[in-house]
């Protein structure tokens, strides 16, 4: 069945280094790969997407990666800041008019800033 | 929150009576999502919609039923409240074809007691 996981529940970072969060995803069928963040009290944001038939893409600060071999996305920020601290959840998207539209999400990871 | 309003923002009910919650977006997006969310959880897709009577199931749709008569409107119906239904559901909408990106209302807190 389709799945969406990520490899650790906490990550803490200093303040201006990079972060980098992973996620494993079963379901090689899915057309998109999304990078959400949702902060305290709050529905989730998206950050970022990556098509499937794309390795790399990069935002604002953030870069994704996709390593479709072994099933793997990341999410990398750039000189971490205070205000990333949140849950980050990868989800999987399969792109159609109907049934193949949901978004399945993982189960997220929370990213604490040490000043 | 992208033109999403969910309602009410806090419920609490008993066990045993029947719960609608309410979505209602001025986006004109085609699809809209039910999730909940729960301590130690991701979101877990409840139904979508991917258009006006047109939905289906998602990763844990049972004792739930949904309705969209209207583009606008997305409900989610409990039938027979129970305390594992005790959660914070969160609506979605996302314009769908071309993108992945959904946007998110602020969330229904539900107490079942």
């Known amino acids: 069945g389709e799945s969406v996981g990520l490899h650790l529940p906490t990550l803490s970072v200093q303040e201006g280094d990079n972060s980098i969060i992973n996620c494993a995803y079963s379901n090689s069928a899915s057309d998109y790969f999304i990078w959400y963040k949702q902060e305290s009290g709050k529905g989730p944001q998206f950050i970022i997407d990556i098509r499937s038939n794309m390795d790399k893409r990069q935002g604002q600060r953030v870069t994704v990666l996709l390593n479709k071999t072994v099933k793997h996305l990341s999410l990398q920020i750039a000189a971490t800041q205070p205000g990333d601290s949140a849950v980050y959840f990868c989800?999987?998207?399969?792109?159609?008019?109907?049934?193949?539209?949901?978004?399945?999400f993982g189960s997220g990871t929370r990213l604490s800033i040490r000043p | 929150d992208a033109g999403i309003t969910q309602s009410p923002r806090h419920k609490v009910t008993e066990t045993g009576t029947p719960v609608t919650l309410r979505c209602h977006q001025t986006e004109n997006h085609r699809y809209m999502y039910w999730y909940r969310q729960d301590p130690g959880h991701g979101l877990r897709l409840i139904h979508y919609?991917?258009?006006?009577?047109?939905?289906d199931k998602g990763e844990v749709s049972d004792g739930y039923s949904v309705s969209r008569s209207k583009t606008e409107d997305f409900l989610l119906t409990l039938e027979s409240a129970t305390s594992s239904q005790t959660s914070v559901y969160f609506c979605?909408?996302?314009f769908g074809q071309g993108g992945s990106e959904a946007f998110f209302g602020q969330g229904t807190r539900l107490t079942v007691v």
């Open positions: 979605a909408i996302s």
């Open positions: 989800a999987e998207k399969a792109s159609g008019y109907s049934s193949a539209s949901k978004i399945i």
């Open positions: 919609s991917y258009g006006v009577k047109d939905t």
